[in-house]
Each structure stands twice: as C-alpha cells, then as structure tokens.
C-alpha cells in the first residue's frame, strides 16, 4: 500500500481483507501484452472527454453515469486531481459533476431525457466518484464545497430508499416503491466510499439495504431482480450479475465470511464461468464481470480456499485464474481506437467497466483494495 492508500484507509476507518497478506499480482509485474491494452482504453476515454468535462454514452445518453465511471477508470490508473497524466480530466469530470449537484442532494440532472427515469445510478456511481477524489482536494474552499455535496447526496440516497431497504431507477416516492437489486447495489457502494471518506452514513440504511438483499436471495443462492409488488425469491429467477454484485459490495464493505456472501459467491462459481465457455454466454457481461472481478481481485489467489476449506484445488476462484482468461479476452475484443463496444449502452461504459477490471492491480482506490 502506497502513502496515498494508507492515508485514505487510515482516515476512514476502511478494513482491510484477512487476505489481504496472500501473495498478490503486481502492478508492476503486469505482462507488456495488458499494459497496452490498459493504456490504449485509457487514451480512448481522454479523447471522448467533452470540453465542459463530462463524457457520455450513445446519443448523448447517461452523462453522470458515463463521466463518474470514466473519471473512476481515470483514478484507478494512479492519476489524482493534483498529480499524474490525466489529473486536469479528473478535476474537469469533479468539476461537472459538482455543478449538477442538486439542492436535494441528488446528484445529475432529471431534466436530462435519458437520465430523469433512472437518475439513482448516475446519483450511485457520482457518489462512488466523488467520494474516492474527496481525499485528494487540497483547497480548503474547494474541500468544504465537495464535502457538503457529498453529505447531501448520502441524504438524499436515505430519503430515496424504499420500505423494503432497496432503490429503484428512481426515488421511492418517484418510483412509486418500486426497487431492484442493480440500482441497490449501486448506492451500497456509493455509499461505503462515502463512509470511507468521512461522510457520516446513517447505520439503518445500511442495514435495511443488506436486509434487502438477503431476502433477494433464492434457495440456490443467487439474487432476484426485484421484491417490488408482492415477488419472491424463488430457484430459478437468479440473476448472475446481480448476484456478483452482491458478493463485491459484501466483500467491499469487509462482509468476508457472512453465509449470504458465501451463498451468492457460490451461485456465481457455477453460473459465470471463468474459462472460454463463460465467454459472452449471458447478457450484460461487462457489467457482470466489472462486478465479479472486484470480488475475485479480494478474495486473491487464497482467499477462496480459506473461505470453503473443504473444496477441491480445481473448483476453487483464484484472482490469478480469473485475471489470465478473462484479461486476454478483453485484449481480444479491444478495437483499434482502444475501445470496447460490447453492449448496448455505448462504448464509454463498456470501455470504463474493462479498464475497472483490468487495473484492480494498481490498488489506487480504498473500495477495491484487499
């Protein structure tokens, strides 16, 4: 851990993995081969940074949630809003966003045509952003302006929650209740980075979120799309990325041996394999794996084992497994430009989920660290 690692786990308070001393990749060992691609995606992103700071997806769609991951996949290569080659994109995307700071506390603009029916995740992965820069600003002003964002965003994350403990693509009282496993997860997160750095976060909606989510679970243990208007977990109705999900949000917030963890971590062995025949099998893989992959990044190349002592050698999730097949099918599907153009919300999104995953090495970011 770097100084700039220490300090932002020290002054949180974040718990670091009982993995955390197993034999881990590093960043500096990364073959030649995944370091050009890292850095062609990453000068890809640069180049579709608008001129005010934000980025966006296809036709102009979800620009808070396009400029938070990008500015995310920015932070993650070791750049800061001081220092490092993509600091100035940095402060420009914090900028923005800061700017579309509502009085509410919610984070992006409902007027925007493509967010005002599903703002919470751009308001989940801001919050996510903003929080992991909040240790970098040095500006006294600056600092108490981006702390008072913060802290009414967290409110508002309270005050959009539903009775059940989970959110929806909107507001409980836009939404008419109604919640969904992703957007929950979403602002779980948001919210342990928000934890992490300072930001008072009220215990109870915490609790009613994991509550939630435990009752997403099916007997199988893989977690269910929505409990909203009377559904129940039942076998069958599992949704692979929802559950990854659940396991990285878990994990993040040092739920390491909870049964539910173990649970959704199970379900996700048998239901996203790691090898060629996992490859592009279910929809919203690069959601899937920026998820899955920051659960495999913690658990390390012994985590698994410590975790099912009874398992065999061969079924056993290893960060190294994980990172040999799936970064070099990442390679594989990279474009000219850089870019990765999976999926049907653009190639900004696709591009910054890849490079989430392909840098969890650096170990830059709190959220992430083991």
């Given at each position: 851990m770097n100084r700039r690692q220490f300090v932002a786990a020290a002054a949180s308070g974040v718990v670091l993995s009982k993995w955390a001393a197993a034999p881990q990749a590093r960043a500096d060992e990364m073959p030649e081969k995944w370091r050009k691609v890292i850095d062609k995606g990453l000068e890809y992103l640069a180049k579709q940074q608008q001129r005010d700071?934000?980025?966006?997806?296809?036709?102009?769609?979800?620009?808070?949630?396009?400029?938070?991951?990008?500015?995310?996949?920015?932070?993650?290569?070791?750049?800061?809003?001081?220092?490092?080659?993509?600091?100035?994109?940095?402060?420009?995307?914090?900028?923005?966003l800061i700017d579309r700071s509502q009085r509410n506390g919610l984070l992006?603009?409902?007027?925007?045509?493509?967010?005002s029916y599903r703002y919470m995740y751009g308001h989940g992965f801001t919050l996510l952003f903003l929080s992991c820069v909040h240790g970098e600003e040095e500006d006294a002003d600056r600092r108490k302006?981006?702390?008072?964002?913060?802290?009414?965003?967290?409110?508002?994350?309270?005050?959009?929650?539903?009775?059940?403990?989970?959110?929806?693509?909107?507001?409980?009282?836009?939404?008419?209740?109604?919640?969904?496993?992703?957007?929950?997860?979403?602002?779980?997160?948001?919210?342990?980075?928000?934890?992490?750095?300072?930001?008072?976060?009220?215990?109870?909606?915490?609790d009613e979120a994991v509550k939630y989510l435990e009752k997403c679970t099916t007997p199988r243990g893989g977690i269910i799309y929505s409990l909203a208007h009377g559904g129940m977990a039942a076998a069958g109705a599992e949704r692979p990325p929802l559950t990854a999900a659940g396991v990285a949000c878990a994990f993040s917030s040092g739920q390491y041996d909870s049964a539910f963890a173990k649970k959704w971590l199970e379900f996700c062995r048998t239901a996203i394999p790691v090898d060629k025949s996992g490859r592009d099998s279910f929809g919203h893989w690069e959601y899937t794996h920026y998820y899955y992959s920051q659960a495999i990044y913690i658990l390390g190349d012994t985590g698994y084992a410590k975790l099912f002592p009874n398992s065999k050698p061969e079924d056993r999730l290893t960060w190294s497994k994980y990172r040999e097949v799936v970064f070099d099918y990442l390679a594989s599907r990279q474009g000219n430009d850089g870019s990765w153009t999976q999926g049907h919300?653009?190639?900004?999104?696709?591009?910054?989920?890849?490079?989430?995953?392909?840098?969890?090495?650096?170990a830059t970011l709190p959220i992430y660290q083991r």
């Open positions: 700071g934000h980025w966006e997806c296809n036709g102009g769609q979800y620009p808070t949630t396009a400029t938070a991951l990008a500015g995310m996949a920015m932070l993650m290569e070791g750049s800061t809003m001081r220092e490092g080659k993509y600091s100035e994109r940095i402060r420009k995307a914090v900028d923005w992006g603009n409902p007027n925007n045509a493509s967010e302006k981006l702390e008072d964002v913060l802290t009414r965003a967290v409110e508002f994350t309270g005050k959009a929650q539903t009775n059940r403990g989970g959110w929806g693509y909107v507001s409980a009282a836009d939404g008419q209740n109604f919640d969904e496993g992703s957007v929950t997860i979403t602002q779980l997160q948001g919210l342990r980075a928000a934890r992490n750095a300072g930001i008072v976060v009220p215990k109870k909606v915490i919300i653009g190639a900004v999104f696709t591009t910054a989920c890849h490079l989430t995953i392909l840098q969890l090495d650096n």
